[in-house]
């Protein structure tokens, strides 16, 4: 149990470290667009770049948390036998969804590994190495990791 407490640090961190990143990049632009009506060019994309990862990794957290979109309407039947077979279909819909995600993730990483961006000159495989990384995490805490509400 020590080992998912320490992994589930390293992530809650690295999504506190990216909204903190959108945080003080949009606020310096608006600082410097409107109080000194000197705008950076470079704010505004790492505060997408830096958005997307947190889109990424975000759902990762929430599917830890069993806290991402579904319909509650079937979570209220209270047949045992029914319930059981609903998790089984949406663990393996989404399985396979995250599977293609991964899948067509590294695809994108590997062509777009030689592109920058074109004001910050960040590498634009390591923007598109989100979707793998946060497909794969997802797919740890639905399958692999115990869940939250049980620890």
């Known amino acids: 149990m020590k080992f998912w ?7 809650d ?3 506190i470290a990216l909204v903190l990143a959108v945080f003080i990049a949009v606020s310096l632009q608006v600082t410097m667009r409107y109080v000194f009506n000197a705008p950076l060019a470079w704010t505004e994309e790492i505060s997408r770049y830096a958005f997307i990862w947190l889109a990424w990794l975000g759902s990762a957290v929430g599917m830890r948390q069993r806290k991402l979109i579904c319909i509650d309407l079937i979570d209220r039947v209270k047949n045992p036998v ?3 077979c609903v998790d089984i279909f949406q663990k393996a819909v ?4 995250l599977i293609i995600f991964t899948y067509f ?6 062509q777009n590994i030689g592109y920058t961006a074109i004001v910050s000159r960040v590498n634009m495989g390591l923007i598109d190495m ?5 497909s794969v995490g ?3 805490y639905l399958l692999i990791a ?6």
């Open 5 to 11: 407490k320490v992994y589930n640090k390293i992530w």
């Open 13 to 15: 961190g690295v999504v």
């Open 82 to 84: 029914f319930q059981k």
């Open 94 to 97: 989404s399985t396979v969804v």
């Open 105 to 110: 993730g590294i695809t994108l990483v590997i």
């Open 130 to 134: 989100c979707i793998p990384v946060g």
């Open 138 to 140: 997802m797919l740890v």
């Open 146 to 151: 115990p869940r939250e509400d049980v620890e």
